[in-house]
T-cell receptor
């Protein structure tokens, strides 16, 4: 079952912050975040494993609350280069069957204006 | 060369045509994937090939058939497609199979934009 992302779209000014949420109705083993710019391939951002860890890279960080089956991606002091569609992918940790695959959300379109 | 290369980048075909999409990865990975990306819809996994096995999404119609002759090349053969099959088809590779995807990242190609008339 695919995760639900919110918001579907967000527009902000350069330097502003944004939060993108990803939630699942199933217990999760890991959450994966990707960004896809228009006309380009999706690019990996980070993976979070169950345990409530938080990861970050420069001004983009994420958290994973396994009890709530939710993950949030935080973009701080956004830059023009952050524009794109952000996808979360969730993995239930099964070793067989249909749950043994990464399931993506519908994406959140982020636009950063000058 | 980029890590994952897809050809052609754009393809227009009629419903009675037979065509193939090609994907090549230069990363030494042992798993390759086909995803379908339609507007406003989630990325949909179609097929996975790893050293151990092929895994497919049971909802994929038989008019799509994958072929993986070796760990570096992946094809998607298309025949008698429908207009609703028009989409961006993305190839990806990773270092391990889905059974160990908890720590692996996917490397995507730029996709093949397919239009079925």
């Amino acid at each position: 079952q695919q995760p639900v992302q919110s918001p579907q779209a967000v527009i902000l000014r350069e330097g502003e912050d944004a939060v993108i949420n990803c939630s699942s109705s199933k217990a999760l083993y890991s959450v994966h975040w990707y960004r896809q710019k228009h006309g380009e391939a999706p690019v990996f951002l980070m993976i979070l494993l169950k345990g409530g860890e938080q990861k970050g890279h420069e001004k983009i960080s994420a958290s994973f609350n396994e009890k709530k089956q939710q993950s949030s991606l935080y973009l701080t002091a956004s830059q023009l280069s952050y524009s794109g569609t952000y996808f979360c992918g969730t993995f239930q940790g099964a070793t067989s069957g249909s749950a043994r695959q990464l399931t993506f959300g519908s994406g959140t379109q982020l636009t950063v204006l000058p | 060369e980029t890590g994952v290369t897809q050809t052609p980048r754009h393809l227009v075909m009629g419903m009675t045509n037979k065509k193939s999409l090609k994907c090549e990865q230069h990363l030494g990975h042992n798993a390759m994937y086909w995803y379908k990306q339609s507007a406003k819809k989630p990325l949909e996994l179609m097929f996975v090939y790893s050293l151990e096995e092929r895994v497919e999404n049971n909802s994929v119609p038989s008019r799509f058939s994958p072929e993986c002759p070796n760990s570096s090349h992946l094809f998607l053969h298309l025949h008698t497609l429908q207009p609703e099959d028009s989409a961006l088809y993305l190839c990806a590779s990773s270092q391990e199979s889905l059974a160990a995807l908890n720590t692996g990242e996917l490397f995507f190609g730029e996709g093949s934009r397919l239009t079925v008339l």
